[in-house]
Nanobody, 125 residues
C-alpha cells in the first residue's frame, strides 16, 4: 500500500492542525493505521494508532486528550487532529500501516510495514 501524508505546517502554540494520510494500492481496511513522529536528533516515536475497523484507538501519553486519530475507510484516509499544540510537538509526522492480523495497538516502528513520506509540523512558542 502507498501512503501519502499531508497537512503539516507552521502553527503557534495552542493552535491546531489536521494531518491526512491517503492510501492507495491495496485494501485499506486490511490495515491498522498509525502515526509516528521524529524530531531532529531523536528516535521515531509512536503518537497514535487506530484499528482496521476504526473501533479502537490508542495514544501516547504525551498527546492523549489533545490529539484524535480517525479514519474513513470509504475514502482510504486516516486523519490526525492535533489541538492545543506545543513546541515539543514539532517533528516530522509519518503515517504507517500494519497488517490487521498483527497485535493491536502497535507502538513500535518495526510493527509497521508501509510508511508515508512524512509531513513537517512546526509549533512556535
Amino acid at each position: 500500500v502507498q501512503l501519502q501524508a499531508s497537512g503539516g505546517g507552521l502553527v503557534q502554540a495552542g493552535g491546531s492542525l489536521r494531518l491526512s494520510c491517503a492510501a492507495s494500492g491495496r485494501t485499506f481496511s486490511n490495515y491498522h493505521m498509525g502515526w509516528f513522529r521524529q524530531a531532529p536528533g531523536k528516535e521515531r516515536e509512536f503518537v497514535a494508532v487506530i484499528s482496521w475497523s476504526g473501533g479502537s484507538t490508542y495514544y501516547a501519553d504525551s498527546v492523549k486528550g489533545r490529539f484524535t486519530i480517525s479514519r474513513d475507510n470509504a475514502k482510504n484516509t486516516v486523519y490526525l487532529q492535533m489541538n492545543s499544540l506545543k513546541p515539543e510537538d514539532t517533528a516530522v509526522y509519518y503515517c504507517a500501516a500494519s497488517y490487521r492480523r498483527n497485535d493491536f495497538p502497535g507502538q513500535r516502528p518495526d510493527q509497521y510495514h508501509y510508511w508515508g513520506q512524512g509531513t513537517q509540523v512546526t509549533v512556535s512558542s
